[in-house]
């Protein structure tokens, strides 16, 4: 998996704390690899999903598509979605077409059927279908009125219907590596016309070869942040972050959240960034500082930008994992949502599982590799959660690159070694 470089414009003198509304003030520029000087660089995931939408397939006219640019020449054998909800429902019938102008062309490449079940992600088959790499299609699901007879069968109206999720905020990236798909999003036919929904696609296909692409992101939640009623005793605080993995050495000046508080904290938040060592299973904590204040967090979610100080700021954050979490001496668990009082929360995303290759279309591309991380005892022990992913992200530059490496010239003609005879 290539390491992406986007390149940060900034919008304003840099600050410790700064905070962002919404995913409009991160300006990229296409991917571009360090050349000469250090280049401004980020890693980490800034996918959002607040909460799963569905449109209902309860009529013989309704159509749902989800619109892509096709990453990779690829074998198509099979695709999959996400079932919301099925009640007794006829077959669907699942295209792949072409783009006409933004919309799905009439002519079916090729299509499956399936009735779903709903709750869960459904894949039907295709066979050996080529993909072209930088073409848009788009995948399709109606009613399969006929299920291949001469006639039609089964029923379908507001009793007898599946509908089909997508998510609440377009993210108009893949998720592994967050390069643009401005193409990306979902479509929805009824009343005899497509309609642009600009929300986001939950799909994904499955390609010969193992090739993977799609959004595997089906689940939301928020990672909790507190104490436990013993200031000044981080033993038992639950601490939250991710686990992040760079292709490349960077020098960190910073850190991005997605955060918000919950209640009124009164401790501030604070960073740690730990090391680990996996062949012994061993996490150390490499170094830590204050990352907001009370006031400082609103109570909706924002982007917050964190900035390091000079004291604060390793050498380098080498591409080796890192634990990068949060913790406070604010606030203790509690038995209703968000599962905290007077905390602080991290928004979150994953996999509720069922889909093949999810950690493939995760970002990183892997389990081992970047994912969500907490630990409910100060940060002694950890616990992964595979498939699921933090709004966490590390802000620097790239490392600069070793210099070429000189050798000794080999001699001509090569020397004659004791021993040996010409």
């Known amino acids: 998996m290539p390491f992406l470089i986007r390149a940060i414009i900034p919008t304003r003198k840099t600050s410790i704390f700064t905070h962002w509304g919404s995913m409009k003030m991160f300006k990229w520029l296409v991917p571009f690899f360090f050349i000469g000087s250090l280049a401004q660089a980020d890693f980490g995931s800034h996918f959002i999903l607040n909460s799963r939408l569905a449109f209902p397939l309860d009529s013989g006219t309704k159509k749902i598509a989800f619109r892509f640019t096709c990453r990779q020449d690829v074998s198509l054998i099979g695709a999959s ?15 792949l077409v072409d783009d006409e102008k933004g919309l799905p062309s009439p002519k079916v490449l090729e299509s499956s059927s399936v009735t779903p079940k709903g709750g869960c992600w459904v894949t039907v088959p295709f066979n050996n279908l080529p993909l072209q790499a930088g073409q848009v299609y ?21 009793r007898h219907f599946a509908s089909v999720a997508y998510g609440d905020a377009l993210n108009a990236f893949d998720p592994r590596d967050e390069k643009p798909d401005p193409k990306l999003n979902v479509l ?23 090739k993977f692409q799609g959004i595997p992101y089906d689940s939301f939640g928020e990672l909790p942040i507190h104490g436990n009623g013993t200031p000044g005793n981080p033993s038992d605080d639950v601490l939250a ?21 919950e209640g009124h904290p009164t401790a501030p938040l604070k960073y740690r960034v ?14 830590s500082g204050l990352a907001a204040l009370p ?4 109570n909706g979610y924002q982007w917050v930008t964190i900035g390091l100080k000079k004291e ?19 606030g203790g668990p ?30 990183d591309g892997g389990a081992h590799l970047s994912r969500e991380a907490f630990s409910t005892d100060g940060g002694a022990t950890w616990q992964d959660a595979f498939e699921r992913d933090a709004n966490v992200v590390i802000l620097g530059s790239l490392s600069a690159p070793p210099g070429p490496q000189e050798f000794a010239p080999v001699p001509t003609p090569m020397p004659w070694f004791e021993g040996t005879a010409p």
């Open 81 to 95: 979605f996400y079932c919301e909800k099925s009640q007794t429902p006829p077959e669907y019938k699942v295209s």
């Open 138 to 158: 788009h995948l399709v699901l109606e009613q399969d009125a006929t299920r291949g007879g001469q006639h039609p069968v089964g029923v379908i109206d507001t």
């Open 188 to 210: 929805v036919y009824e009343n005899g016309k497509w309609r642009v929904l600009d929300k986001q696609p939950l799909f994904a296909l499955h390609g010969g070869g193992s």
């Open 241 to 261: 972050g991710e686990v992040l993995h760079p292709h490349s050495g960077l020098i960190p000046t910073g850190f991005a959240l997605r955060l918000r508080k």
């Open 274 to 287: 730990y090391t680990i060592n996996f062949l012994q299973h061993k996490i150390t904590l490499a170094f």
């Open 295 to 298: 006031s400082q967090v609103q």
């Open 312 to 330: 604060d700021q390793p050498q380098e954050f080498p591409a080796e994992c890192r634990f990068v979490t949060f913790q406070t001496d604010s």
């Open 334 to 363: 509690s038995d209703q949502p968000p599962g905290c009082s007077d905390c602080y929360l991290i928004s979150e995303f994953g996999n509720s599982g069922g889909l093949a290759g999810a950690a493939d279309l995760s970002f």
